[in-house]
Structures are given as structure tokens and as C-alpha cells.
């Protein structure tokens, strides 16, 4: 269950469940984002999921039902309410796209193909869509070492670009300026081609799967 609520607005509470960015933490949130979502309730406006935290914003005239909704969301089992979808995502990690490899080796003290062999092996959790549309949050990597965002971000990324910060990773879903380790590139499309809705959502996992640049190429035809 979330630790302490605020209200952040006149229209908005949001629920802390700690500080720790770590799969148990974010499985109850997104319980209780699911939930609310799955029931639609009439004086819930938007709900957003994430790391650690989940806002809510309602109609101001409804504020005692959503105060009484918190107090139930205590007893939601979290295994009722997180579905989960495994996404298998091609990645490239050739040089071309790989433009923070020496990063990576760096801070990690592992050449890239071992780097490649961690990342491919992991299941990663979808924590949270945000920053911009459609941009997955993905973890954690199985290594205690840090690696920081870049110092100066760059200015425009390609989409499908896969970027890592420590223990996450990212897929850009368009192009954009970012500071993330850039680490390969991917032609899976994260947005439904007939809605606006995103293919990943919190709760969901990513296995990445390494092809070569040949059949990169070939998939973005």
C-alpha cells in the first residue's frame, strides 16, 4: 500500500509509496492505477503512474469520494489488477548507433558485447510512460554501477533510439533532444498505428533481442 497522500492542487492528491525505484514498489502502483482506470470513475479526471508515486486528479465537487477512494485503494490485492504483456523489441547494437558505448564501458568496467549480453538477458519492467508521449521506462539492469546522463544532452535523437541511465533504459519514441547514454536503435513502432494509444504500459515487460545492422536495415524498409 502507498505510504502518505497529499493534496498537490485544489484538483489533485498524490500517493507516495516510498523512495525506492524497485519493481515491488511500482507493481502497487500500478495496481492501483489499473484499477482506477479499469472502473472509470465519473469524478476521476486523468490518473498518472510513476516510479513511486501516482497522481490523481478529480472534479474539486467530488473530493470526499475521492477521499474515501484512497483510504479503499489499501485494499486492493495487486495481483487482481496487474497485467502483464511481454514484448520481445529488436535492438541494433552496432557502432553507428551506439553512439555512448565507451560510456557504457566505462562506467560499467565491461566491454560492449558483454554490456549487449546484459541487456538482452534481462526481463525489464515498463514502470511509467512520461517525459514525452510514448517514452517507456524500462528496468532495472542487473548491475550496481552508476552511469550519469550525459553533460551536455544532445540536441536531436532519432526515434527508436535506446538510451540507459544506471539501471534503466529508454526507447525514444520520436525524435527529440535527450541526455541518455545512447546505446542502440530499434524500428518497433511504440504507438498503435490505428489510435494514438502506446503499445507498452506500465506493469507490462520488455525483452530485448540483438540483431545485426543487415537486418536493421532491412526492418526499417
Not at 474515501?68 to 485494499?75: D, E, G, H, P, R
Not at 489488477?81 to 541494433?92: A, F, G, N
Not at 557502432?95 to 558485447?113: G, P, Q, R, W
Not at 527529440?176 to 494509444?197: A, D, E, H, I, P
Request: some cysteine.
Amino acid at each position: 500500500m502507498f505510504i502518505t497522500y497529499q493534496q498537490t492542487s485544489e484538483q489533485s492528491y498524490l500517493l507516495n509509496y516510498g523512495e525506492d525505484i524497485n519493481i515491488i514498489t511500482n507493481k502497487k502502483v500500478i495496481s492501483h492505477f489499473n484499477y482506477l482506470i479499469k472502473n472509470k470513475f465519473k469524478y476521476i479526471y486523468n490518473v498518472v503512474p510513476s516510479f513511486n508515486k501516482l497522481l490523481i486528479v478529480f472534479d474539486i465537487n467530488f473530493k470526499k469520494d475521492v477521499e474515501i477512494l484512497i483510504q479503499k485503494l489499501k485494499l486492493i490485492d495487486e495481483n487482481d489488477e496487474v497485467k502483464s504483456i511481454q514484448h520481445l523489441i529488436s535492438v541494433c547494437y552496432d557502432e553507428e548507433y551506439a553512439l555512448d558505448y565507451k560510456n557504457v564501458e566505462n562506467a560499467f568496467s565491461i566491454d560492449f558485447d558483454e554490456f549487449i549480453n546484459l541487456h538482452t538477458s534481462a526481463i525489464l519492467n515498463v514502470f511509467m510512460i512520461g517525459f514525452m508521449p510514448g517514452l517507456p521506462f524500462l528496468g532495472l539492469l542487473n548491475i550496481n554501477q552508476s552511469l550519469p546522463r550525459l553533460e551536455n544532452p544532445r540536441i536531436s535523437i532519432p526515434a527508436g533510439s535506446v538510451g540507459v541511465v544506471d539501471k534503466l533504459s529508454v526507447i525514444y519514441p520520436n525524435k527529440s533532444s535527450g541526455g541518455w547514454n545512447l546505446v542502440g536503435r530499434t524500428t518497433f513502432n511504440l504507438f498503435n498505428k490505428n489510435s494514438n494509444t502506446t503499445i507498452l504500459n506500465p506493469g507490462d515487460t520488455v525483452k530485448f533481442q540483438h540483431i545485426s545492422k543487415k537486418e536493421f536495415i532491412k526492418n526499417e524498409k
